[in-house]
């Protein structure tokens, strides 16, 4: 009755030399699951993040997460006897904004709005829509307004202050993701799930946990409780990610410091 969102379980690599040889060389991958009816579930083996034009140790063929999703349903003792549909997909995740304030207005993924740490991006796109169209429509019937006016005002809705800061912390997650190994992938998600109220790892996956014209303190608490929560081996490559990658980038977004970072 419950959806499965992210088993990094490993159990079922146990004795297959070659998936085994995957896990060791860094490239964790993980379980959705979730029933239709008492027949028909959906299952999808796939990879958090992962840069294609890297070295293979930091992707993987759809063969193997075949193999993987395979040898997983196996392990759980489900019994397959008809596959109704299959699907392959990458979803293209971080990557440079667009030119703000250009003429042609964008939205959804060709705006960038796909979460670089998740995937995910359609509770954004269907919450920002309305805020879009007003842009837009404010922008044309103002003062001087016109296409340009409209245009910029709808790219101020779409990639606002608030929402640029989040984007920083969750390009840093990205890069923290892609050079995790198992282990601290498991011992960084027992950490993010741990909040009792379930309330920060939901708008970060949402993609809201700012609002205009608050200061991000909420980002901050959150970074923090990640950090302390986590085992002592995840704090040491937190650290060195941070000082070595988009950490300091980070520092300077959130409490707007002057310093020149980038």
């Not at 999808?44 to 070295?55: H, I, P, S």
């Not at 103002?142 to 709808?154: I, N």
């Not at 939901?202 to 990640?226: C, H, N, Y």
Request: aromatic share 12%; with cysteine.
């Amino acid at each position: 009755d419950e959806m499965l969102l992210m088993d990094f379980s490993t159990d079922h690599l146990v004795g297959d030399d070659a998936l085994q040889g995957g896990l060791a060389g860094h490239v964790p991958t993980f379980l959705y699951a979730f029933a239709y009816d008492e027949k028909r579930v959906f299952l999808q083996e796939t990879l958090l993040v992962a840069r294609k034009y890297r070295a293979t140790a930091q992707s993987l063929e759809m063969e193997e997460m075949v193999r993987r999703l395979e040898r997983r349903v196996a392990h759980m003792g489900l019994e397959v006897l008809r596959r109704s549909e299959e699907e392959y997909s990458v979803i293209p995740m971080g990557g440079p904004l667009p030119v703000l304030g250009q003429p042609t207005v964008a939205y959804g993924a060709a705006a960038v709005m796909v979460h670089p740490a998740s995937g995910y991006m359609i509770n954004r796109a269907i919450l920002q829509a309305p805020e879009v169209a007003a842009a837009l429509a404010a922008g044309l019937r103002g003062p001087g307004g016109g296409r340009q006016q409209a245009a910029e005002a709808a790219w101020e809705a779409v990639w606002p202050k608030h929402r640029l800061i989040e984007r920083d912390l969750y390009c840093f997650g990205m890069e923290v993701l892609l050079d995790l190994d198992v282990g601290l992938l498991q011992s960084f998600f027992r950490a993010f799930f741990a909040d009792p109220k379930e309330t920060m790892w939901r708008k970060f996956l949402a993609w809201d946990m700012t609002r205009p014209g608050e200061k991000p303190w909420g980002m901050s608490v959150f970074m923090i409780l990640q950090f302390l929560r986590g085992t002592w081996p995840l704090k040491a490559r937190l650290i060195r990610e941070a000082m070595f990658k988009d950490g300091l980038h980070l520092l300077k977004s959130i409490f707007e410091l002057p310093f020149p970072f980038d």
